[in-house]
């Protein structure tokens, strides 16, 4: 899902950068009002998760790979903000560093990981366990379709975006500039390998994680309807 450069028009990633600016003004100043100080340490290791997990790549048929991002895991144990902050530094650090995604293309990257995925699978998270007791069996699937569907919807937001190119931004002969795949290809290339793999390696992750926070660190979980307040 890691858009590199040359696939989007410079004015598609520019849009999207600029979108990303108030949500990481926003998000800032939501974590200098909320985030306690003991837990700006889970703020960094949730910046380090996404990073690793992220580098796991499991094979598809068609020759690429998938992997699991995390987003959601983070906004339901920090809160959306602070996984829109951890997930934008992690995919920073990925394209500067690693060339995992294009440094153009951050804005692109951090709109789809770092926004859609974290807030949506947080509100649907919330949606589907409210109620519930800390580490209940409801609680740990939640957190399995919650991260399915945050990952799916993250790709179907980066497959509009390769989509769209070449209904915008074509030469005089109508030879794309940037990604030469329409909606029609696009769109199904992206969703087919999230929707039978990397969304079901993301809900895995997320259940299996949520599962080992609530056995070995319960109070991370007994804070979560403070943060659904604060979101």
Same mark, same amino acid.
């Given at each position: 899902m890691h858009i590199p450069d040359g696939y989007l028009s410079p #004015?598609?990633?520019?849009?999207?950068?600029?979108?990303?600016?108030?949500?990481?003004?926003?998000? #800032?100043?939501?974590?200098?009002?909320?985030?306690d100080v003991s837990r700006i340490p889970l703020l960094a290791m949730g910046a380090v998760f996404s990073f690793l997990i992220m580098m796991f790549n499991v094979p598809i048929p068609d020759g690429t790979t998938a992997h699991a991002i995390g987003a959601t895991l983070i906004?339901?144990?920090?809160?959306?903000?602070?996984?829109?902050?951890?997930?934008?530094?992690?995919l920073i650090i990925q394209a500067l560093i690693f060339g995992d995604g294009g440094i153009l293309a951050i804005g692109a990257n951090t709109f789809n990981?770092?926004?859609?995925?974290?807030?949506?699978?947080?509100?649907?998270?919330?949606?589907?366990?409210?109620?519930?007791?800390?580490?209940?069996?409801?609680?740990?699937?939640?957190?399995?379709?919650?991260?399915?569907?945050?990952?799916n919807l993250a790709a179907l937001a980066a497959s509009i975006e390769f989509g769209i190119q070449p209904l915008f931004f074509t030469t005089a002969d109508g030879t794309p500039l940037?990604?030469?795949?329409?909606?029609n290809v696009a769109i199904p290339a992206m969703m087919i390998t999230h929707l039978t793999i990397a969304g079901i390696v993301e809900g895995i992750v997320t259940a299996a994680a949520l599962k080992f926070i609530a056995h070995h660190s319960s109070d991370m979980m007994l804070t979560q309807t403070k943060i659904g307040e604060e979101a």
């Open positions: #004015s598609t990633c520019a849009t999207l950068g600029v979108v990303m600016v108030p949500i990481w003004y926003r998000a #800032s100043a939501k974590l200098k009002k909320t985030l906004a339901i144990v920090l809160g959306p903000w602070a996984a829109a902050i951890s997930m934008s530094v992690a990981m770092a926004f859609i995925a974290p807030f949506t699978g947080y509100y649907i998270y919330q949606l589907i366990c409210r109620n519930t007791s800390p580490g209940s069996k409801r609680q740990i699937i939640a957190g399995a379709v919650a991260g399915y569907i945050a990952i940037y990604c030469p795949y329409g909606l």
